[in-house]
């Protein structure tokens, strides 16, 4: 590991101190230096973020920790750094004690879609597999940090400069804190803490793209922002079935190569273990989420398991289906979502045949969201690949639907609106008299 410390101390004041018969504690100031740089990651709508990096210390400090001329530098881009403090071995602050770790608190990078190494990630795409990966190194230098250590008096300015990729910290992903595996499959599941001992529970099952696949469970959780499920906003959607709580099961399911039929068997198998351990989630209520090739995912499974879920979400989706395929499918409770700026998965070989097919075939309980672009919220007005529908599921903005009766009068697809502004469409999902204003109020009620 690449290490440079420097270490610059206020020799006058030590001076001055001495002259004046003051006691300073030798040696203190010059032994005091950064052993370990760690980073702390969490969950957003363009992919993990550093939003904290952790110094540890080769002796303790307090808490008098000044910030204002630190200067931090993330993988080639400096953040602002907006707050320090003594903190745990975790990054959680220590109050009124001394300690070895001090956290600095960093602002989000700017996001540049064009130019991906400016974006300060720890993760990239790596064009050759078309897998996300973790970067071989992450360096983190650090420019005068005010610290004072303890037993002294005297406040030191620190600079440091460590590679941290390996000291990676990522809370949002340990809130999915149970882990298995089922053949070449992994998953990571989060149980809702609600409801009573006779209420059972619905289960969101989240399919992750193709650059998601391998053996590093954590690259889906952070690639796409799937903690945003576990969080009250999302949560507080669904019913729990036998009393008034609010709460979802969450199961992501990584596979080591692309969804497709051939492992269709082997992910309802990694479900049904899940289930088998689980009495508590409800089965008539198991909801399938998936976005780009996971979407696909969602429809070949629809299609091969009729009666097993109790709705299907395929975002972005590759996929066309065939008139057999159509009548598979032509019960199945569905919301699609896909942006009309999608140029990885065009809408017109893919979304927008289908969903005609699925409503001139008489299919109900259907419902498409179709956004203009895919605008940002954690960095509002960021306009990213017009691929990434997936944000508005996320965000809980998928409101709108476009009107399933308009769908059947278009002339090709030149009917269809694109309504950015009111949330995926003009109109509002209804089925027996009842409207929904959201995708997750939609999935609570379906049941069969």
């Known amino acids: ?151 002294s008096s005297q406040s030191q300015m620190v600079s440091s400069e460590q590679d941290a990729i390996n000291n990676r910290l990522m809370p949002t992903t340990e809130v999915f804190d149970e882990r298995g595996q089922v053949g070449n499959m992994q998953y990571a599941a989060y149980s809702a803490q609600t409801g009573t001992g006779n209420s059972t529970k619905p289960l969101i099952v989240w399919l992750h793209g193709i650059g998601e696949r391998g053996t590093d469970m954590n690259i889906p959780l952070l690639s796409n922002d799937v903690y945003a499920l576990t969080q009250p906003e999302i949560q507080g959607h669904f019913l729990t079935t036998g009393d008034q709580a609010r709460g979802v099961n969450v199961l992501a399911v990584q596979t080591q190569t692309p969804w497709g039929s051939d492992n269709a068997a082997q992910l309802k198998e990694t479900i049904d273990t899940y289930l088998a351990n689980h009495p508590e989630v409800d089965k008539g209520r198991i909801y399938l989420a998936g976005v780009s090739n996971g979407g696909g995912m969602v429809l070949t499974m629809g299609a091969t398991y009729q009666d097993y879920f109790a709705a299907l979400v395929p975002i972005a989706a590759p996929l066309t289906v065939d008139q057999s395929g159509i009548d598979k499918l032509k019960n199945q409770p569905m919301w699609l979502i896909h942006t009309k700026a999608d140029a990885t998965v065009q809408p017109e070989n893919s979304v927008l045949p289908l969903y005609k097919s699925l409503i001139t075939s008489g299919a109900t309980n259907k419902w498409f969201s179709y956004f203009e672009t895919a605008t940002g919220t954690d960095l509002p007005g960021t306009e990213y690949d017009g691929h990434w529908a997936w944000i508005y599921f996320f965000h809980d903005q998928v409101i709108g639907v476009q009107h399933p009766e308009n769908t059947k009068n278009w002339d090709g697809y030149s009917g269809m609106v694109a309504t950015d502004p009111t949330y995926g469409g003009g109109s509002r999902a209804s089925v027996n008299g009842q409207t929904y204003n959201s995708i997750f109020d939609w999935m609570s009620a379906q049941r069969h």
């Open 1 to 151: 590991m690449f290490q440079k410390v420097k270490v610059y101390v206020t020799v006058f004041v030590s001076l001055l101190a001495i002259s004046l018969g003051l006691s300073v504690k030798a040696g203190a100031a010059e032994d005091l230096d950064v052993t370990k740089t760690s980073i702390v990651l969490e969950s957003y709508e363009f992919g993990p973020a550093v939003t904290k990096v952790i110094f540890e210390f080769n002796q303790k400090v307090t808490p008098e920790v000044v910030h204002s001329a630190a200067k931090v530098t993330t993988a080639g881009v400096s953040p602002q750094v907006t707050n320090s403090y003594v903190s745990d071995d975790q990054g959680h602050v220590v109050y009124y004690d001394n300690s070895k770790y001090v956290t600095l608190e960093l602002s989000l990078p700017s996001y540049n879609r064009y130019n991906m190494g400016g974006n300060a990630e720890p993760m990239y795409f790596n064009l050759s597999t078309w897998t996300n990966q973790w970067l071989q190194s992450y360096m983190v230098s650090m420019k005068d940090l005010s610290v004072v250590a303890e037993g």
